[in-house]
C-alpha cells in the first residue's frame, strides 16, 4: 500500500469508529456523531492553522477523541483527582484504539509510535508537534464549545478555563483566535483572562 493508501485507510478508520458515538451533535441542521464532528473539526483547524501538515500530525489530530464515549467520567470519582484520571485513561484508550488501525493500514512502527506519543500528550514543552496539537485542540475549543460551556457555567469559571486554555496556547495561537467568530460575551471573558495571565 503506498504513503497516500495508508493514510486514507487510516483517516477512513478512524472516522468508521467515530461514526459509532451514540451521543449527536448539529452540524449544518443535521445530526452528526459528535466524535466523529470533533475529528473533522481538528482535521479543519489544523490545515487552517499549519497547512501542509504532516501525515502523522493529521493522523494524531484526527484520532484525539476516537472512542471517547466509551469511558465516562462518571467512572472515576467526581473531584479533581478523579478528572486526571479519567483523562488519563481516555488518551491511553484513543492510542489503543489508533495503534491497530495504523497497523492495519501499513504503517512503520516508528511512524506509529510518533502518533502514540502525540496523542498520549507526552514531551508537551519539547515537542513542537505536540505544541501545534495543543494549539489546535485550544483553538477548536474557542470555536466549537467554549460558548456551550460558558451557559452551563458561572462567569469565573469560565474565565478561570479560559486563562488556563491560553497558558497552553502558543503565541501565533492565541493572535489566531482573532480570525474566530466569537460572541462578544466570549470575546470579553477572553480579554479578561488574557488579562490576568
Excluded at 488556563?164 to 483566535?177: E, F, G, L, P, R
Amino acid at each position: 500500500m503506498q504513503k497516500e493508501g495508508q493514510f486514507k485507510n487510516a483517516l477512513e478508520e478512524f472516522d468508521r469508529y467515530n461514526a459509532k458515538d451514540p451521543n449527536k451533535e448539529k452540524a449544518n441542521g443535521q445530526p452528526v456523531p459528535k466524535e466523529l464532528l470533533y475529528a473533522q473539526r481538528m482535521t479543519d483547524r489544523l490545515l487552517k492553522y499549519l497547512p501542509g501538515a504532516p501525515a502523522y500530525l493529521q493522523l494524531a489530530a484526527r484520532a484525539q477523541h476516537i472512542g471517547r464515549w466509551e469511558i465516562s467520567r462518571s467512572q472515576f470519582p467526581m473531584d479533581k483527582k478523579g478528572y486526571f484520571q479519567w483523562r488519563n485513561k481516555l488518551k491511553e484508550h484513543h492510542a489503543a484504539i489508533a495503534e491497530p488501525i495504523l497497523k492495519n493500514s501499513g504503517f512503520d512502527l516508528v511512524t506509529i509510535e510518533k502518533i502514540k506519543s502525540l496523542i498520549l500528550k507526552k514531551e508537551i514543552a519539547a515537542n513542537p508537534d505536540m505544541q501545534t496539537l495543543e494549539d489546535v485542540i485550544c483553538l477548536v475549543f474557542l470555536e466549537y464549545y467554549c460558548e456551550e460551556f460558558a451557559a452551563k457555567h458561572k462567569n469565573e469559571k469560565v474565565i478561570d478555563i479560559l486563562r488556563k486554555t491560553i497558558k497552553k496556547m502558543s503565541t501565533n495561537a492565541i493572535h489566531s483566535v482573532s480570525a474566530i467568530p466569537l460572541t462578544n460575551k466570549i470575546k470579553s471573558m477572553i480579554d479578561e483572562a488574557s488579562t490576568n495571565n
